[in-house]
């Protein structure tokens, strides 16, 4: 069976419940910045209160965007762009403004998604998902952010997906989400800059995907239980010592996509109501106290589709009428001020 096809079956009663779909990387230190987020097709930022709201892309004719992530100084944002026909992800990056838009990478044949920087800016690490003997796997890949020196980190496993890279804030490893790999249905693993030294970082009952560094490189905040019935919660772990700290406690909440402040004093995340079918980005203290909402939306006036592959869990697949998307949001990723 196909890679894709099991992580549908995993993810299916998650993404049922939240009427829509499940959605990481490095928080760089300094001053708390702006927090860009997901909204229809198109990457929006805001103020960490929620007000101000700024819409950085415009895309029409079936193109939408996901996975918007800060460079080190707050300067930039690389994203994943859709176009049709085959909706394959591309990587793009503009300024925090969201002027100069330009593709970074198009790799035909690959869906390239989930991008994050290197903290020194000159490289962007990624996903990248390919059909392989009638799997779809998935490696982490590296390119310089002049679009040159593509790399591949990880090897090509068939039934393995490696996804959510993130370089650790002082550039000496690399975080990331792996399904399938070891036996395991999915888990988080450390590796050095160059893929080499692969070694897991949390246990397999936890089912941990969507990491995050916290700023001063210590911890990983991630989202629990991807592949089970169990809604995922939000946790905190040292990946010194491997200690763990259950930040959410769920009670008929999904919390996803967990995002460090760059002072290190709160964490961003998006929450999904499995009563109603209400998405918000809230923020929390670092030990899971002082729950805020900040951004909601109605089930009404917020739609996402199911997951139909590793690669594609969660973006939006079609143009939203612009009433649809006046309020709400996915996948919070808190920058540096710059």
């Not at 593509?150 to 370089?167: C, K, N, Q, S, W």
Request: with cysteine.
């Amino acid at each position: 069976m196909k890679l894709r096809l099991k992580l549908f079956n995993a993810l299916a009663i998650a993404a049922v419940l939240v009427a829509n779909v499940l959605p990481a990387h490095a928080t760089f230190p300094g001053k708390n910045g702006r927090i860009a987020f997901i909204q229809g097709p198109d990457v929006y930022t805001m103020n960490p209160d929620g007000s101000d709201v700024r819409q950085l892309t415009s895309l029409t004719n079936g193109n939408s965007s996901f996975w918007a992530t800060w460079s080190a100084d707050g300067r930039q944002i690389v994203f994943s762009e859709f176009p049709p026909p085959d909706g394959f992800g591309q990587l793009w990056m503009m300024n925090a403004d969201g002027s100069n838009q330009h593709l970074l990478l198009s790799d035909p044949g690959y869906d390239d998604e989930a991008p994050s920087f290197s903290p020194d800016g000159t490289y962007v690490v990624f996903a990248s998902c390919t059909s392989f003997h009638n799997e779809f796997p998935c490696v982490i890949k590296r390119v310089q952010t002049d679009g040159s020196g593509l790399t591949a980190l990880t090897l090509l496993h068939i039934e393995r997906g490696d996804f959510y890279p993130a370089y650790s804030p002082d550039g000496n490893a690399i975080a990331f989400g792996s399904f399938g790999r070891d036996g395991v249905i999915a888990g988080l693993y450390l590796m050095n800059p160059d893929g080499s030294d692969v070694r897991s970082l949390t246990i397999p009952e936890i089912s941990a995907f969507l990491p995050d560094w916290s700023p001063n490189g210590t911890t990983l905040a991630f989202s629990s239980h991807c592949c089970n019935p169990e809604l995922p919660s939000l946790y905190a772990e040292r990946a010194d010592i491997r200690r763990m700290q259950r930040l959410t406690h769920n009670q008929g909440f999904i919390d996803l996509a967990p995002s460090w402040s760059p002072q290190g004093d709160a964490i961003v995340f998006e929450r999904n109501d499995v009563v109603d079918g209400s998405s918000g980005i809230w923020v929390i203290g670092i030990d899971g106290s002082g729950e805020k909402l900040i951004r909601k939306v109605q089930p009404a006036t917020f739609h996402r589709s199911h997951p139909e592959s590793i690669g594609r869990n969660q973006r939006p697949r079609k143009q939203r009428p612009s009433h649809e998307i006046q309020n709400g949001g996915s996948l919070p990723r808190w920058g540096v001020a710059q």
